[in-house]
């Protein structure tokens, strides 16, 4: 159950009540795809850098070790060691990805593994099925997102395929649920809004999620290359057609700037692959840009990352260490910049919900706004 807090303009502070606990909103759930954080990073990793919310991947854990196998562990909760909430991808994102291995129809999608080659079919109710497996806190729809750019035609018998497959997700899951057949029997879901960039199809979309009693509402296939300002102008257009009662979360998004700009667009929830897979490649975030370790300039600086950040990274270790382990490409150079770029992630959200409550949002948001993502 959400509840919406106070509000600054469109910004919403909330508070989301969850079978595996409370999550504080705005809030960046940490991607752990196939149940780990990339660059060698646990769940007890994640509870000690603020995490409170873990993403993994519906379709990358059917794959391996199999969805089966972790609900014969107690789910994803007991398998990994994670305490708190567990948000499932439905799969949907691989019909954008492996556009190449695929096939869609009405009944769902026909994939060819990318790991073996073995076809394997993906529909709404076996994504409700694997999530079930899975245990995780929150299920998400199974939908398609489409290219951008894409043929009006399409998008739109798309969109209202997925709003179909939405109902049989909803109605799926509630069998589930009265079969006993679930390893979480409180597990939520949340629906997808989908439409490309074309302002009707996207509005006739949401409008025929909203009507749905879900327990949370998604903005899809945002984020798939189209310019920035493309994707905050569809959000301004669906906001207002999403229920006010229920969390809102954008996928895939995003960098620190587009965060910023998202909650103040009305958005909750967000997740994105980005700030690890930087930190791997030695993109270090800070609250005065982005640096790049790999940079001679840092061979000698014996200052952490950043002055005064509390993540473990910066408190043992200095710059040149960093650069020395990037340079020398070993595990641990990967290891901590993830834990220092996360730990930046968590910490922007704590400062957004901060002065959120404290009533300066506009103070922060006007203070920070293109600093974050400016390359050092």
């Avoid at 660059?39 to 993994?56: E, F, P, R, T, Y």
């Avoid at 057949?181 to 074309?198: A, D, R, S, T, W």
Wanted: some cysteine.
């Amino acid at each position: 159950m959400y509840k919406l807090i106070s509000t600054s303009g469109k910004a919403r502070l909330g508070r989301f009540e969850t079978p595996h606990g409370t999550v504080e909103t705005p809030a960046f759930m940490n991607v752990a795809t196939g149940a780990a954080i990339k660059g060698g990073l646990s769940a007890i990793d994640l509870a000690d850098i603020g995490c409170q919310v873990m993403l993994c991947n519906t379709y990358h854990l059917h794959l391996r070790p199999g969805d089966e196998l972790i609900a014969r562990r107690g789910g994803l909760l007991p398998f990994t060691g994670w305490q708190g909430p567990v948000l499932t991808d439905s799969g949907g994102f691989q019909v954008f990805s492996l556009s190449k291995l695929r096939k869609i129809d009405e009944k769902g999608v026909s994939f060819q593994s990318h790991i073996d080659g073995r076809r394997i079919f993906m529909g709404p109710e076996e994504s409700m099925q694997i999530q079930a497996n899975l245990g995780s806190t929150i299920a998400m729809a199974f939908d398609e997102c489409v290219e951008n750019p894409a043929e009006y035609a399409y998008v739109k018998e798309s969109s209202d395929r997925t709003v179909r497959w939405l109902q049989r997700c909803q109605d799926e899951l509630a069998r589930l649920k009265q079969t006993g057949n679930i390893v979480n029997p409180q597990q939520m879901l949340f629906g997808i809004n989908q439409g490309g960039c074309y302002d009707d199809i996207r509005l006739d979309n949401m409008k025929a999620i909203a009507a749905m009693d879900l327990d949370g509402y998604a903005i899809g296939g945002l984020a798939v290359g189209e310019p920035a300002e493309e994707m905050y102008r569809i959000i301004t257009l669906v906001e207002p057609e999403m229920p006010r009662e229920k969390i809102r979360y954008l996928m895939g998004v995003g960098t620190p700037d587009n965060i910023l700009q998202a909650v103040n667009h009305g958005i909750d929830l967000f997740d994105c692959v980005m700030p690890s897979r930087n930190a791997r490649h030695g993109q270090l975030f800070t609250w005065q840009g982005v640096i790049n370790i790999n940079n001679l300039k840092y061979a000698e600086d014996d200052s952490p990352i950043e002055d005064g950040c509390d993540c473990p990274t910066c408190c043992y270790f200095s710059r040149a260490y960093l650069r020395h382990l990037q340079r020398a490409d070993e595990a641990l150079g990967k290891r901590l910049a993830v834990l220092h770029n996360l730990y930046f992630y968590n910490q922007l959200m704590q400062q957004i919900r901060e002065t959120l409550a404290a009533g300066r949002w506009d103070e922060f948001y006007n203070k920070y706004t293109g600093i974050l993502d400016k390359r050092i």
